[in-house]
């Protein structure tokens, strides 16, 4: 028997196909990471019973289940949040100087691992490290009285990691040394968050292809859409971005460098506080982006702003849509359009106290896109935040 979370039930909420035309190369031959999607992200946070209170009340999340002395883990304590498809964990150190505590005191709280779902964590395990991957945790099998999970992790950008998660042979409530621990919010707003869309990097100065080719060799990824920095530049500010996708356009990966304009860029203002290269945001699907804010911001969830300018030129820019403008103007909700379709976007401000990690809500009405006629509506915002903390 498969465990609940064999195998995540997507179809539902699954875009169309990406057509051909929208990547770079052939797709690849298939390998033993053809079949995957997102398993869970974990944050090493500083506490992670207040963190974990956070995202519950905030962003709608249920808390499932726990990891901790109590439970026979030694030195740390991880939470369990889910909510529909998504799952977060969020682990913070008991000790003052293990490689938990050292990441946070380094880059303060943030992503340390996106783990994907493989049907043969070894096999996908023992690619990776064939294609060059520096191995973080050979594969090892850890049995409880649910089944039976296989788990291997490969470094990549800055401290970040992938934990490749095998779990079709068990059931239990997450893994071996987790037990169930659930508590719900009543009074906190339903969001409405279904899955995790993309998940972006911030990488150093010239460093964008080398890890674009990172998941080209390693994960056997191609190449979605590419800017330049023409394409995402303001006055003041730029980068420049590519997308790097599975096969089955399920796990995206866009990596963001920084490019010269005349003040610091948005992304060297994260490699500066965050101390390096890491998860700059999580974009979350929701099928109704207006309930989604509306909850969230009842919820106290601070987004970044938009100018009013920026709807005057909405109408023209991506012609007719099925919401209300003066709603999205009210919620401040970007739209972007491609030839598919158009998609609605919003971020979030940083969610901890560094200017670092920041999540993005996201709908596709048929746009594959990823904002990039919004970057330069967005940096304008962006920088206003940085011009308060003195960082342009
Ligand atoms: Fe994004």
Request: aromatic residues 12%; hydrophobic residues 40%.
């Amino acid at each position: 028997m498969r465990g609940r979370f064999a195998r995540l039930d997507r179809e539902a909420f699954e875009a169309t196909p990406i057509p051909d035309f929208m990547t770079t190369a052939a797709t690849p031959a298939p390998t033993a990471l053809t079949t995957i999607d997102w398993d869970y992200v974990e944050f090493y946070v500083g506490n992670a019973q207040q963190a974990a209170h956070f995202y519950c009340t905030a962003f709608g999340f249920d808390q499932i289940a726990y990891a901790g002395p109590e439970t026979g883990v030694a030195g740390r304590v991880s939470y369990l949040l889910e909510q529909n498809k998504l799952r977060f964990l969020i682990t913070a150190s008991l000790l003052p100087d293990d490689d938990i505590a050292r990441h946070v005191a380094l880059h303060g709280d943030g992503v340390k691992d996106i783990a994907i779902l493989v049907d043969d964590a070894k096999a996908a395990w023992e690619q990776a490290t064939r294609a060059g991957a520096q191995s973080v945790r050979a594969p090892k099998t850890d049995h409880d009285a649910h089944g039976t999970i296989v788990r291997a992790s490969i470094a990549t950008y800055g401290d970040t990691i992938h934990t490749f998660v095998q779990r079709s042979d068990y059931n239990g409530v997450f893994a071996p040394g987790f037990v169930e621990a659930r508590k719900s919010y009543p009074n906190a707003k339903k969001t409405g968050l279904q899955f995790i869309d993309h998940c972006v990097g911030n990488v150093g100065w010239g460093q964008m292809d080398e890890w674009g080719e990172f998941y080209a060799k390693v994960f056997g990824f191609s190449q979605l859409i590419s800017f330049d920095d023409k394409d995402i530049s303001t006055e003041f500010t730029a980068l420049k971005s590519k997308v790097m996708s599975d096969p089955l356009h399920r796990v995206k990966f866009p990596i963001n460098e920084p490019a010269e304009g005349k003040k610091k860029s948005q992304i060297e203002e994260f490699l500066d506080f965050y101390h390096g290269a890491g998860v700059q945001h999580i974009a979350i699907r929701t099928d109704d982006i207006v309930a989604t804010i509306r909850a969230l911001a009842a919820n106290g969830v601070e987004f970044l702003n938009t100018p009013d300018s920026y709807y005057e030129m909405l109408p023209e820019r991506v012609g007719a849509i099925d919401e209300d403008i003066a709603i999205l103007r009210e919620l401040r909700i970007l739209v972007d359009r491609d030839d598919l379709g158009y998609m609605l976007q919003i971020f979030t401000k940083p969610l901890q106290d560094r200017p670092t990690v920041f999540f993005e809500i996201i709908q596709r009405k048929g746009s594959l896109s990823f904002g990039k006629g919004n970057f330069k509506a967005l940096f304008v915002s962006i920088e206003r935040e940085q011009e308060k903390r003195g960082t342009l």
